[in-house]
């Protein structure tokens, strides 16, 4: 099973919309992506409740890659990764990606099978080509 | 007596509802000036939620106490004070171990050292921990000189309200108010003043119990 890979953010249509960019880079290909976005009534938040929850649904066995936006998002999957059993704590990577561009990197990396380190370092990279491209 | 059953982690979580309700405002206008205005209305949800959870389902065992508080901030409170005072409560609830004044004051320090490490804050970064660290040292030092339970939370209730005082003229160095850098120097700490709230509630609530 692929690596699961998951999204954190303030806003449900961010995370939505981040995953949808997200898709378009695979297709034909099936990989389950979750989110876990927004406060329990909709509005801008995160809930680690629900983190933890996703997480948990995401991993097959191989390990989740979490991308998150900013604040307490980060705050927000560091408590998840308490809520979580043992056994799934240790497979889950908290990515200091920036949101967008990791997720791009991990979905495809994912999709293609790759492990879970593989996978984290590949979001990682992620902001390398636009900063190749605007000489940053 | 015993000190920290369910029934009195209980009563010290209603005595804190019921500060943050009465002081809700005043957290606010605090928020207002150096935050995102929304500490108090947070708050009051978020311990309004915890108490009715409590009330849903009581716990028997007194850590349970502590977990249901910790799920139920983390759910409500929203921002980063959810995830900090969800993981005070979370790490407290892993830390009690016993039922008089020292398990508490030792279930309380590991709440405390759970915030310092979500946060990657320390004292002096104009935050809850500012309050809370003072009041954890007192706790200590009174329950280690012997003094009884009732007394050192007081003394650790004074010390976090002169914790929260001194965040008065500090800049902001974690959270929303660092963006303000120099500017966020003259306002007293939202958090280090729900902090506090949190330290008198435990000194009500638990006064007569040991």
Excluded at chain 2, 100 to 113: I, L, N, P, S
Aim: charged fraction near 20%.
């Amino acid at each position: 099973m692929p690596v699961g890979v998951v999204v954190v953010s303030h806003s449900r249509a961010l995370a939505e919309a981040a995953v949808e960019l997200a898709r378009g880079m695979l297709p034909g290909r099936e990989l389950a992506i979750g989110t876990a976005a927004g406060d329990v009534d909709g509005g801008l938040g995160t809930d680690a409740t629900a983190i933890a929850d996703a997480v948990t649904a995401a991993d097959s066995g191989d390990g989740v890659v979490v991308l998150m936006d900013l604040g307490s998002a980060v705050l927000s999957a560091e408590t998840a990764l308490e809520l979580l059993d043992d056994e799934v704590r240790e497979r889950v990577v908290l990515s200091p990606a920036p949101l967008v561009e990791g997720l791009v990197g991990a979905v495809v990396t994912a999709a293609a099978g790759a492990g879970r380190d593989r996978v984290a370092a590949e979001a990682l990279l992620g902001l390398a080509p636009k900063q190749a491209h605007l000489g940053g | 007596m015993t000190v920290v059953d369910a029934a009195g982690l209980t009563a010290w979580v209603h005595e804190f509802t019921r500060l943050v309700h009465e002081q809700r405002d005043a957290l606010t206008q605090l928020d207002a000036a150096i935050g995102d205005a929304d500490h108090g209305a947070n708050l009051d949800r978020g311990t309004a939620a915890a108490v009715a959870a409590l009330e849903a389902q009581a716990p028997e065992e007194p850590a349970a106490v502590l977990k249901t508080v910790a799920t139920t901030l983390i759910k409500t409170v929203g921002g980063a004070s959810g995830p900090l005072y969800g993981t005070f409560f979370l790490r407290a609830a892993g830390a009690l171990d016993g039922d008089d004044g020292a398990a508490f004051a030792t279930a309380v320090r590991a709440g405390y050292e759970g915030v310092v490490a979500r946060g990657k804050a320390e004292r002096g970064d104009k935050t809850m921990l500012d309050a809370l660290g003072p009041a954890c040292d007192a706790l200590d030092e009174a329950l280690g000189a012997g003094k009884p339970l009732d007394e050192a939370l007081r003394l650790a209730a004074d010390a976090a309200a002169q914790g929260r005082d001194a965040t008065v003229p500090m800049v902001a160095r974690k959270g929303r108010a660092s963006y303000l850098g120099e500017r966020s120097a003259g306002h007293q700490d939202p958090g280090a003043t729900s902090a506090t709230l949190l330290v008198e509630a435990a000194a009500t609530a638990l006064a007569g119990r040991g």
